[in-house]
C-alpha cells in the first residue's frame, strides 16, 4: 500500500485524526445535550453518557502514544471501540426515556456508527499507524 507508511509523518498528533475530531465532537455535543436531562439522572445517565463520550477520545491519545507496540495499540483501540458501543446505549437510553428526539437520536447514532466503522479500520490495520523501530 503506497504511502501507508508515511501516515505517521504526515499526522504528528491524535487531535488530528479524523476520528478523533468526530468523537471530540460527538462528545461536546452529548455535553451540551446533557445539561437538559433531569436532575434526578445526573448521578445514573448523565454522568454515564458524558464518561464514556469523553472516553473515546482519551483512549485515542493512549492508543496514539503506544504506536510502537501493535498488541498495545490495538487493546487501547479495542477500549475506544468499547466506550463508542457504551456512548451508543447511553444515546438510545437518552431517546427511549424522551430526553432526546427521533432526529437527534437519528444523528447522534449516525456520527456514533461512523466512529466504530473508522475505529475497526485502525484495528483491522494497525501497521499503518504503528511507529517503525528504525525511526
Known sequence: MAGD??????????????VYGHA?????????LSK???????????????????????????AWAMRRYEAHFVSKLTDCDGENGETDTSVDFA????YISTDTHERLTAT????????GA??????????????
Not at 24 to 32: R, V
Not at 41 to 57: D, G, K, M
Not at 95 to 98: F, I, R
Open 5 to 18: 507508511s508515511n501516515i505517521t509523518q504526515r499526522i504528528r498528533s491524535a487531535k488530528e485524526l479524523r
Open 24 to 32: 471530540y465532537e460527538l462528545a461536546m455535543e452529548i455535553f451540551e
Open 36 to 62: 437538559a436531562f433531569p436532575a434526578e439522572e445526573r448521578f445514573a445517565l448523565t454522568s454515564q453518557i458524558r464518561r464514556s463520550s469523553r472516553s473515546v477520545c482519551m483512549n485515542l491519545r493512549e
Open 95 to 98: 431517546h427511549d426515556c424522551g
Open 112 to 119: 456514533n456508527r461512523e466512529i466504530g466503522k473508522k475505529l
Open 122 to 135: 485502525m484495528m483491522t490495520s494497525p501497521h499503518k499507524w504503528l511507529i517503525s523501530p528504525n525511526r
